[in-house]
């Protein structure tokens, strides 16, 4: 199970993306998907932990969509990340942790709503961004009825 390590400042978390592969000018994208005024939590994450993400449905720009930087918490809901269905819809998938590493988890910010980028909503959720440098130590389970 998941286990907190210490609490980051933004500026820190700042320090840590770019430590860990993700580009300067992506930053502060990153950033904004965190509600401000919760903590973001370093932690690591251990084989057998559960992860949920909510992947794009085919459509005719992007007919073969895959799974994206950020996940969730069992329980989360598209409203409480701040994502849009789109005009694909979305589905829930479930992803296993199979090789221990550490990412920090926070809090979606509310966000205005944006239907071009499809997100938007009242946030709240646990989330975690999970680098490219990571995505070898979870693996896809499969799709997971919703909450």
Known sequence: MSHALRRLT???????????????????EV????????P??????EPG????QYI????????????GSWFARAGATP???AILEGGAGRRLHRFQVVARFTCVEGT?????RNVMKDFGGEGGASQVFVPPMYR????AVGAQDRW
């Open 31 to 38: 950033l904004s998907g965190y509600d401000p005024a919760k």
């Open 49 to 52: 932990d559960q992860l949920f």
């Open 136 to 139: 070898g130590c979870i693996r």
């Open 79 to 81: 409203a409480s990340l």
């Open 56 to 67: 794009r449905g085919s459509q005719s720009g992007n007919p073969s969509p895959a799974a």
């Open 108 to 112: 979606a910010a509310k966000l205005e």
């Open 10 to 28: 933004p500026d820190q978390y700042r320090d840590w993306l770019a430590r860990h592969g993700i580009a300067a000018t992506r930053i502060e």
């Open 40 to 45: 973001l939590i370093e932690e690591f994450f």
